[in-house]
């Protein structure tokens, strides 16, 4: 009884562990690395400063892992635990990512697309979802 006890205790948490990889990799969407900010597509202000999307502007998303840290001209801002799944949004399947396990705010979805990575809302206008765009270095 004991044996058949563990064996069934082992596949429900090899299940678990194999049902949170898939999670955090959205069908193998891999955004390790650190990213550094090159703009932003909305209509807003621009940025009054000139050098804050220029290579070397110290705005970087790290990712490791399920972990992130976020640095605004190589400070710090926020690190934590992020969760990427796919999300079903007005009928298109996209990559949503959720920092910190923090469901209450606007909902935030990512691309990748190469060596170029985006981050923003999901409603087509850019005036209602403004996408900040990074680049891997």
């Not at 006890?5 to 690395?33: F, W």
């Not at 932003?40 to 892992?65: E, H, L, M, Q």
Request: with cysteine; charged share 20%; aromatic share 10%.
């Amino acid at each position: 009884m004991r044996k058949l006890l563990l064996v069934v205790l082992a596949a429900v948490v090899m299940i678990s562990c194999h049902k949170e990889n898939k999670i955090n990799k959205a069908d193998n969407l891999n955004i390790t690395g650190n990213w550094e900010y090159r703009g932003t597509t909305c209509y807003c202000v621009p940025p009054t400063d000139t050098n804050a999307y220029k290579p070397g502007n110290g705005t970087i998303y790290s990712f490791i892992g399920g972990t992130y840290k976020y640095s605004v001209k190589h400070q710090l801002q926020k690190s934590g635990t992020f969760k990427l799944f796919k999300e079903n949004v007005n009928g298109t399947e996209l990559n949503r990512i959720i920092f910190d396990n923090d469901n209450s705010g606007e909902a935030k979805y990512i691309g990748l697309n190469g060596n170029k990575f985006s981050l923003g809302g999901a409603i087509g206008s850019a005036a209602d979802a403004p996408v900040d765009f990074y680049e891997k270095l």
